[in-house]
Antibody, heavy 120, light 107 residues
């Protein structure tokens, strides 16, 4: 059974760096073709794909967020970490992580999401 | 980037109605499209992948069709549990993008 769960701060100040952790079970990031993606959703708005890391350490980022994003994996802990620099109130959103496969890049399994508010 | 446009933004319908939601891509994406259902406070749930393949465990009243730039999600007989927001997502190339969503509400 595949499960994912996001963790991290619920409140960050403007200009700070957000660090979120996705802890998963039921699969391994050592397995060929497996990846973990990050998606966010501002309150009342649509979903936005942010970043992706694959088993082979291939990383992809949303161009709209440029160099603000970094994603890394820790296969020994079954975790993926997303960092987003220079947080702004418009980054207030629920952040989800999701399991993805390279040959089928849709999201069958999602974490419950974590709401991050950016406010001074 | 390839943009995804969903219509309508809101759809009012009754239990038992047949409803069709549309998703259009700004350029061809083949059949690399997924549909999700999302209820308030919950993570999205995958319904359809590769435009028309039904995810395991999803009721057969849901169906997807289309290719290229025009796609649709049909619910053959709307059930009380189906009132939610529906999103399409393309995954033919990076960056993956979602549509803005269609909210299906009770008429």
């Amino acid at each position: 059974q595949i499960t994912l769960k996001e963790s991290g701060p619920t409140l960050v100040k403007p200009t700070q760096t957000l660090t979120l952790t996705c802890t998963f079970s039921g699969f391994s990031l050592n397995t060929t073709g497996v990846g973990v993606a990050w998606i966010r959703q501002p309150p009342g708005r649509a979903l936005e794909w942010l970043a992706l890391i694959y088993w082979n350490d291939d990383k992809r980022y949303s161009p709209s967020l440029g160099s603000r994003l970094t994603v890394n994996k820790d296969t020994s802990k079954d975790q993926v970490v997303l960092s987003m620099t220079n947080m702004d109130p418009v980054d207030t959103a629920t952040y989800f992580c999701a399991h993805v496969q390279a040959v089928a890049a849709y999201f069958s399994y999602w974490g419950q999401g974590t709401l991050v508010t950016v406010s001074s | 980037d390839i943009q995804m446009t969903q219509s309508p933004s809101t759809l009012s319908a009754s239990v038992g109605d047949r409803v069709t939601l549309t998703c259009r891509a700004s350029q061809s994406i083949g059949s690399w499209l997924a549909w999700y259902q999302q209820k308030p406070g919950r993570a999205p749930k995958l319904l359809i992948y590769k435009a028309s393949s039904l995810e395991s465990g999803v009721p057969s009243r849901f169906s997807g069709s289309g290719s290229g730039t025009e796609f649709s999600l049909t619910i053959s007989s709307l059930q009380p549990d189906d009132f939610a927001t529906y999103y399409c997502q393309r995954y033919n190339s990076y960056p993956w993008t979602f549509g803005q969503g269609t909210k299906v509400e009770i008429k």
